[in-house]
């Protein structure tokens, strides 16, 4: 499975962006998938994810209420919508797909079994 991550850039404070992260290879319509941020010196953490079939999603509490994270599993990507944006949220923000399971949300990287590339964003103050 490859992940492409897209949609990153700069943008100001309470402002907004969409990312994607198409899979190729294989489907990963079936996988639980994950957002994951790490900021400048510091260590990557959970954002948010979602279940095959979108019935169950968690969010890290610092974005709840602020972004949205969904799938489309005919186009085999999923998304992760990020509005009210603070300069906080600037990071590399990473998909990640969880193939062992099709209903539980880990938090936990190491549960991750293939990741994107990560892609940068940039809130301005």
């Known amino acids: 499975v490859q992940l492409q991550a897209s949609g990153g850039g700069l943008v100001q404070a309470g402002g907004s962006l969409r990312l994607s992260c198409a899979g190729s290879?294989?489907?990963?319509?079936?996988?639980?998938m994950g957002w994951f941020r790490q900021a400048p010196g510091k260590e990557r953490e959970f954002v948010a994810a979602?279940?095959?079939?979108?019935?169950?999603?968690f969010y890290a509490d610092s974005v709840k209420g602020r972004f949205t994270i969904s799938r489309d599993n005919a186009k085999n990507t999923v998304y992760l919508q990020m509005n009210s944006l603070k300069p906080e949220d600037t990071a590399v923000y990473y998909c990640?797909?969880?193939?062992?399971?099709?209903?539980?949300?880990?938090?936990?990287?190491?549960?991750?079994?293939?990741w994107g590339q990560g892609t940068l964003v940039t809130v301005s103050s």
């Open positions: 290879g294989r489907t990963v319509s079936t996988y639980v």
């Open positions: 990640a797909a969880d193939e062992s399971t099709r209903w539980s949300i880990r938090q936990l990287e190491s549960f991750y079994e293939y």
């Open positions: 979602i279940n095959w079939n979108g019935g169950r999603i």
